[in-house]
Structure formats: C-alpha cells, structure tokens
C-alpha cells in the first residue's frame, strides 16, 4: 500500500517555475514506477511525466518536453516535478500516481496510461496567468 501527497501548486506568471513533490508513503516506494498526471477545466486527464523506480528512465508528454523535468529521491519516498517556462495551457489540477505491482523494478511499463497506476494523491492546482 502507497498513499502520495502533492503539494507546491499555486500562481504564477507565464514563463515562471514551479516545483511540485509528491511524499508518499510506504517501504514499496522505492520499487515502483510513479507518474504525474493533470486535468485541466472541461478537460480529460492527461499524462504528464512518468519515472521507472531507479530513476534511470523518464518519460515525458510531447507538451512538457523540455520544459518539465521529473525525478526522485527513494531516501526521502519524494518525487519532484520541476515545471520552468510556464504556458497558461499549463493551468490545471496535478497529480501523483504510484504505480501497480506490475512496474515493480521496471524500466518498462504502459508509462501513459492510468490503468498501471494504483495510488492516487489528491492533486494541486497549478495556475498560470498570462
């Protein structure tokens, strides 16, 4: 059982920074994959950025890439989502996934898709003003 918490959401200005975490708690923490996830008003949710469980692999949404970096700190059960040059389209609710037994000590999962993804924090809002 995992059980995450984002926070580090608020406001900012377009072309600013924002850094997200999500502690999680639990020893299956460092085995698994983790993800973020975000929903925008009116609109479905969408794969952002997602981690294998070493930190090794990293995948990206072709809207972030390059701009939003994902990492972790097993030490700490702590995933962090450095978002820089901020987009207004940016704007929307954040969230942290843990990933299911089946990306357990792996590089290579459905990395985009929520059915791999067990635990689920609350989210953050992120808003980004023009």
């Known amino acids: 059982q995992v059980q995450v918490v984002e926070s580090g959401g608020g406001l900012v200005q377009a072309g600013g920074s924002l850094r997200l975490s999500c502690a999680a708690s639990g020893r299956a923490f460092s085995r698994k994959a983790m993800g973020w996830f975000r929903q925008a008003p009116g609109k479905e949710r969408e794969f952002v950025a997602a981690i294998s469980w070493s930190g090794g692999t990293t995948y990206y949404a072709d809207a972030v890439k390059g701009r939003f970096t994902i990492s972790r700190d097993n030490a700490k059960n702590t995933v962090y989502l450095q978002m820089n040059s901020l987009k207004p389209e940016d704007t929307a609710v954040y969230y942290c996934?843990?990933?299911?037994?089946?990306?357990?000590?792996?590089?290579?999962?459905?990395?985009?898709?929520?059915?791999?993804?067990?635990?689920w924090g609350q989210g953050t809002q992120v808003t980004v003003s023009s």
């Open positions: 996934a843990a990933g299911s037994a089946s990306t357990d000590y792996s590089a290579s999962f459905a990395y985009d898709r929520e059915h791999i993804y067990n635990y």
